[in-house]
């Protein structure tokens, strides 16, 4: 399995970061690769004969994202209040313009913030979405929007100034 080695240590990093934008919580990005790494291994022979190791693998972290099981199984709590950027420097406030922007990706339902991750992160188009997700293209860009449409509110509600 030097193949599958190779794969992990080559690309490992960017699947994790993948599993981090997706998820929003550096623990559950390892649990989701670990755990599908793990499913893997065993054909990972019959993926790579394919010639889409990595765009099955991160088919997969994104359908364990959303899985039923995983939902159940994760929480999120808001611990603080976010201070006002008021008065910061330029560098203090992009630190807090992009924590109220994790903010509300984490605030949107799990199929909507993996359209917006896989449309803007990995800059995939609707159709590999879609593939991605197993739904049709009209079902990613009406996630897109309602996704978008609940961000510009959040954001109205919470006074930040964006470009869209």
Known sequence: MADFDDFVQGRGSALLR???VLSGDAHLAEDLVQEVLA????????ITAMDHGE?????????????????????????????????LDEPQQS?????????????????QRAVLV??????LPDDEIATLLGCRQS???????R?????????????????G
């Open 147 to 163: 996704a978008l449409t609940r961000m510009r509110a959040l954001m109205t509600e919470e006074g930040v100034h964006g470009n």
């Open 18 to 20: 993948f599993a981090f």
């Open 139 to 145: 079902t990613v860009r009406s996630q897109a929007a």
């Open 39 to 46: 499913r893997l291994h065993r054909r990972w022979d019959r």
């Open 55 to 87: 765009a099955y693998v991160r088919t997969a972290i994104v359908r364990q994202f959303l899985s039923w099981r995983r939902r159940r199984a994760y929480r999120e709590t808001v611990l603080a209040e976010m201070p006002e950027p008021a008065g």
């Open 118 to 123: 896989l449309r803007f992160y990995c800059d």
């Open 95 to 111: 630190v807090v313009a992009r924590d109220q922007m994790w903010r509300m990706l984490r605030g949107l339902p799990r199929a």
